[in-house]
């Protein structure tokens, strides 16, 4: 069955440490790879987009995102995070040649001063 | 450029009653999704439109959610009559086009049934 996983539920990081969020999906072909954001109250926000191409998408806020298909992931990364990126990060896949997203159960991010 | 507009932001109803909430996409979007994202869960997509016309309803439990986008620019979902599993929140999302594949989210309208 077509879905996609974030295994981590909650992660907690000290602010100035690095993040990865983990993202894996299952679909026959190479689906279309989204990061979205959602702050407490807040609708989603694209942090970054995977179509085709370069492997290593760069986003806003400092995020960047690396698509591996051989391990059927796409993982978030930031060097060094920030107090105000606290918040819940969803990870979407749109089938390819369909404009339907599926989205993840999402990573709730806590970040220590 | 204004964003997708949702109202009202929150809502408070009983078992059994109905309740409406209203999308404003961002202008010149012909796609427009609705979402419900029940807490610690994604957004799960309930119904598409393209312009006016449904493109999918199939997640839309159609003996008590129904919705329509006359003009093709505003759209109301209606929930009728709202069940206790029905407290969620409530996305509206829009799409400049079929092939643009950023979908901008509004805020969304939290719905609490008691």
């Known amino acids: 069955a077509q879905s996609v996983t974030q295994p981590d539920i909650h992660i907690t990081v000290s602010e100035g440490a690095s993040l990865e969020l983990r993202c894996n999906y299952s679909?026959?072909?190479?689906?279309?790879l989204f990061w979205y954001v959602q702050s407490p109250g807040q609708g989603l926000q694209l942090l970054l987009k995977?179509?085709?191409?370069?492997?290593l998408v760069q986003g806003i806020k400092g995020f960047e995102a690396e698509f591996k298909r051989s391990q059927s992931s796409f993982n978030l990364r930031k060097p060094s995070v920030h107090w105000s990126d606290a918040a819940e990060y969803f990870c979407?896949?749109?089938?390819?040649?369909?404009?339907?997203?599926?989205f993840g159960t999402g990573t709730r991010l806590q970040v220590f001063p | 450029e204004a964003g997708v507009a949702q109202s009202p932001r929150y809502k408070i109803i009983e078992k059994r009653q109905s309740v409406a909430f209203w999308c404003n996409p961002i202008?010149?979007?012909?796609?427009l999704y609705w979402y419900q994202q029940i807490l610690g869960q994604g957004p799960k997509l309930l119904i598409q439109?393209?312009?006016?016309?449904?493109?999918?309803d199939s997640q839309l439990p159609k003996d008590r959610f129904s919705a329509e986008r006359l003009k093709g620019v505003d759209s109301t979902l209606k929930i009728q009559p709202a069940k206790l599993e029905d407290s969620a929140v409530y996305l509206c999302?829009?799409?400049?086009?079929?092939?643009?594949?950023?979908?901008?989210f509004g805020p969304g309208t939290r719905l609490t049934v008691t």
């Open positions: 999302a829009s799409r400049i086009r079929q092939g643009g594949y950023e979908q901008y």
């Open positions: 679909y026959g072909a190479t689906p279309y």
């Open positions: 995977y179509f085709s191409g370069d492997t």
């Open positions: 979407a896949v749109a089938p390819y040649n369909t404009d339907k997203l599926i």
């Open positions: 202008s010149g979007h012909a796609t």
């Open positions: 439109f393209q312009n006016n016309g449904v493109v999918d």
